[in-house]
């Protein structure tokens, strides 16, 4: 990438996963504007718990691509897949540390669930890394498929996580299924379905990687002047070379060198006829793991060379399991052709025959002839130059001459030797006898050149139908004249396109070449280039199943300060986060641990502390680290260790702002109470300690529980030391707390220590406590106690007449209330009689009302009781009715009995009779 497709990318808005039609323009512009040779190959991070089929799928794929079988697996693995793609396999191991590493460069992330156990932590874990760090493509593959004999229980399984793998990466992503093994790899279907889609599949652009660029190293050397070699593709984007480099989970060292080398698997643009790849094109480049007959151990390689084989009619044998003696015998028992003897004799051959010629000076080839200095040949065979010798061949039937005492010297013509040596000793055995390519025979005495001359004519030497060798040279040259001149004006035009084709070609090579001499002396490593980096003063231990990620350090990143960030409890972690509890944090390329605080934000803009992390909401942190680009992803753990008892990720978040001090705020309430008050002026006491402090917030605000409020006046020698004098909005109680709300500026530590193989972390105090058997410190004043309150009457809020004539409508009372005095009049006046004012009419309809009433009452009074004594006489028929269907049964199951009576004693009768 050129320094303005750079600015480009780094000036693009942040793509998030569900803005599809965004991200799939943005990733087809990056694709366009990078070039095809400058790809790095694609990195496959195959990921899932112990036992899932990680090794197995790897090596199944690697044989798919290359046909070749992988012993150990150790480290990445790179193959060709196509001329223009490479991928690059690496397994990620169980451990969070090279989880949360490969989570940051992976391409793609083949996630490998167990079909026998279902999804596991380490799934989530790593899902949920992989959404924090940008979440690349995924692929879920789905195996021990045939754990499950029923076809009904299969498919229900198959469907249920398949919902609940897309559910987990939004359900964009694929499934796949493998089923049994077969000769310890997976069925070559399966891998073919798998390995075409990701050869199709198209890259997600990652904020990250796209702005910060890296090697992941596949072999490493260790030299001896404490120096370590390493060799890897730049990947991410162009690599600007500076000083330092930062090895991920080591540290920063200082590059000793940097420079590219030859690439160990290239792409291939020459060949245009064939789209597949041929034999001798698939390649596998595994340094670090035993391939075929190579074996990688830790000091050396070894190469393991099978012993020969050959066949005794339809038999193998192996020269190991049978000794020498015996195959002599059965050979000398068993005639054997004269073929299968010289093989016999080739393979039990002690020593080559360039020894042999070493020893022995003189050896004969044929009877006869003896061997010059053997010199190259120069020349080429040319087509006339065939066709000569053809028609020499055609004559060696007519002529039956021997050649006797001659010697061997080397060719001078490009004529093939064989066919004279057929035509001229009518021998075709001879031909094994000696290299016939490269020797003829010399004839010394002159009257044989006459029977040789005999060779080249058609009849009989002297007769007049000879045929000169040099006439026929000229007609066969003028022939292919003709042809080479129709042939040229047929392929003007193609060569004028081929030309112009070349030198297209020529001028990319050309630009191709200048563009790699400027950017090596710039400092400059585009993407897709292999490198070789050797890092001074490097005398860590390197585990080879970790990847060995080395990344530049960009300018600020490695400047430390306080960063605050948005935070959230991971949903499946176990326990809340404490304030001043010490951390682990993956941010950008480095791991480091710190003591964070939290806190919550204010309407005003104050950052309110707070002791824990909500349960299901976000804050904030801050704490003491390395700078990162804002909107920078993190994961937070509590600890690095690989036991699976609870859910190792306690936290994720993302970088919101950087800078050198933050003002985190803690609420402190100080209480008082009153101890004598007069009208609005309260003296308080119990607030402070002495009247420094209270001359420190004079003038400050105070507040009742009941909500009066008030203000700080002055120091008061009355009452203990640290009293003072108040006022308030109106006369406050005894029984009245005071508060006044301060707020105190919290000290956030400067705690970073990057985490090394080697590194000591803190432990927090419940770590502590637990190892040294400490019990919880008991405080009484922390614990629950229950009070006894006594219900305080407070007396009538009453407002004086003259500020009620003063108030607005709304806030005046609606009824009025009463004096005492007013009181007494109302209650005196219900007791005097009533004077009635009614005519004597008014008396009469009066009393005629009166009189309707009460017969009106008389008669629903009557009415009433006939009610009940209905209701009384239905219960009673109800009753009755079941008393004389009980005794109707009862009288039925006596008669019964009785007649089941008389015919037993009737059947004894007449037994007795």
Not at 208 to 218: G, Q, R, S, Y
Request: hydrophobic content about 30%.
């Amino acid at each position: 990438m050129s320094d303005s497709e750079e600015e480009q990318v780094k000036q693009a808005p942040i793509i998030k996963p569900h803005q599809k039609q965004q991200k799939d323009f943005y990733a087809e512009q990056l694709q366009a504007n990078e070039e095809a040779e400058s790809q790095a190959p694609l990195l496959v991070v195959v990921q899932g718990p112990k036992g899932s089929g990680k090794t197995t799928l790897i090596k199944s794929l690697v044989k798919h691509y290359t046909g070749q079988k992988i012993k150990k697996l150790v480290g990445p693995v790179t193959v060709r897949s196509n001329k223009q793609h490479r991928v690059t396999f690496v397994e990620c191991p169980s451990d969070i540390n090279a989880m949360s590493d490969l989570s940051k460069v992976a391409d793609l992330a083949l996630i490998l669930i167990d079909a026998s156990i279902g999804f596991e932590m380490e799934t989530f874990e790593y899902l949920s890394l992989l959404n924090n760090h940008g979440f690349p493509n995924v692929m879920g593959v789905l195996t021990h498929i045939d754990f499950f004999k029923d076809n009904k229980q299969l498919r229900k399984t198959r469907k249920k996580y398949k919902k609940r793998f897309e559910y987990e990466t939004g359900g964009n992503y694929k499934l796949f299924y493998l089923q049994a093994l077969k000769n310890e790899y997976y069925l070559k279907q399966d891998i073919h379905n798998l390995a075409r889609f990701i050869s199709i599949i198209k890259i997600a652009p990652v904020r990250w990687k796209t702005e910060h660029p890296f090697i992941l190293a596949d072999r490493y050397e260790q030299g001896k002047d404490n120096t370590t070699t390493f060799y890897g593709y730049v990947r991410g984007c162009t690599y600007r070379l500076n000083d330092r480099i930062h090895f991920v989970g080591q540290g920063d060292y200082y590059i000793d060198s940097f420079e590219e080398v030859l690439d160990p698997v290239e792409i291939i643009t020459n060949q245009k006829k064939h789209r597949s790849l041929k034999d001798t094109e698939k390649l596998v480049y595994a340094p670090m793991s035993s391939v075929g007959a190579l074996t990688i151990d830790a000091t050396a390689g070894y190469i393991t060379i099978p012993q020969p084989i050959f066949t005794d009619k339809n038999k193998f044998v192996n020269i190991e399991e049978q000794e020498d003696e015996e195959i002599e015998e059965q050979e000398q028992e068993q005639e054997l052709p004269e073929g299968v003897r010289m093989v016999r004799e080739l393979q039990q051959l002690t020593e080559g025959i360039d020894k042999q010629l070493e020893e022995e000076e003189d050896v004969q080839l044929l009877e006869g002839f003896d061997l010059e200095e053997e010199k190259p040949i120069k020349k080429k065979i040319n087509q006339q130059q065939i066709q000569q010798q053809r028609e020499l061949v055609r004559l060696k039937n007519r002529v039956n001459v021997k050649i006797e005492n001659g010697t061997v010297m080397p060719i001078t013509d490009t004529l093939l030797a064989t066919d004279l040596h057929e035509l001229i000793y009518q021998n075709k055995t001879g031909i094994n006898e000696f290299d016939s390519v490269r020797y003829i025979a010399k004839v010394q005495e002159r009257e044989s050149y006459r029977e040789i001359k005999e060779l080249f004519v058609t009849g009989f030497y002297g007769q007049t139908d000879v045929v000169d060798l040099e006439n026929l040279e000229k007609q066969i040259e003028e022939e292919q004249l003709e042809e080479e001149q129709e042939q040229e004006k047929k392929g003007e035009n193609q060569k004028e396109k081929d030309d112009n084709q070349n030198q297209k070609e020529n001028q990319q090579q050309r630009q191709q070449l200048v563009n790699q001499l400027t950017n090596s002396n710039l400092g400059l490593y585009k993407k897709g280039t292999y490198v070789k980096i050797v890092i001074k003063d490097f005398s860590s231990s390197i585990k080879d199943d970790y990847p060995m990620i080395l990344a530049r350090s960009e300018v600020g990143e490695d400047n430390l300060g306080f960063i605050k960030i948005r935070i959230k409890k991971h949903r499946w972690h176990s326990n809340i986060l404490k304030s001043n509890d010490p951390i682990i944090i993956s941010l950008g390329w480095r791991r480091f641990q710190t003591i964070p605080i939290y806190c919550v934000q204010d309407p005003n803009d104050r950052l309110r502390f707070v002791k824990y992390t909500p349960e299901y909401d976000y804050c904030y942190a801050i704490f003491y680290g390395n700078f990162a680009p804002q909107g920078t992803g993190l994961v937070c753990t509590q600890s690095l260790s690989n036991k699976l008892s609870k859910f190792r990720i306690a936290a994720t978040g993302v970088v919101l702002e950087m800078n050198h001090q933050f003002d985190v705020m803690k609420k402190l309430k100080l209480v008082g109470e009153p101890f004598k008050v007069i009208k609005n002026t309260a003296f308080i006491k119990g607030m402070f300690n002495s009247s420094l402090e209270v001359a420190k917030f004079q003038g400050g605000l105070i507040k009742t529980v009941s909500g009066l409020r008030g203000h700080i006046k002055k120091p008061s020698k009355l009452g203990p030391d640290g009293s003072f004098r108040a006022t308030f909005e109106d006369k406050i109680q005894m029984s009245d707390l005071v508060f006044c709300r301060t707020w105190v500026r919290m000290h956030i530590e400067r705690f970073y220590r990057l985490i090394t193989s080697n590194v000591k972390l803190m432990k927090t105090m419940w770590e502590l406590r637990q190892e040294k058997q400490i019990p919880l410190e008991f405080k009484p004043d922390s614990t629950y106690q229950d009070q006894e309150r006594v219900p305080v009457k407070f007396a009538p809020l009453r407002i004086p007449n003259n500020l009620q004539q003063n108030l607005p409508f709304e806030s005046k009372e609606k009824v009025k209330s009463l004096s005492f005095r007013e009181r007494l009049r109302q209650q005196v006046e219900k007791n005097l009689p009533v004077k009635s004012n009614m005519t004597d009419k008014e008396k009469e309809v009066y009393s005629l009302i009166q009189r309707l009433n009460t017969i009106k009452n008389e008669k629903e009074k009557k009415r009433e009781q006939k009610d009940i004594q209905k209701q009384k006489v239905k219960k009673a028929q109800i009753k009755g009715q079941k008393q004389h269907l009980e005794e109707g049964k009862r009288k039925y199951k006596q008669q019964k009995q009785k007649d089941k009576f008389i015919k037993q004693v009737k059947k004894q009768q007449q037994q007795q009779q």
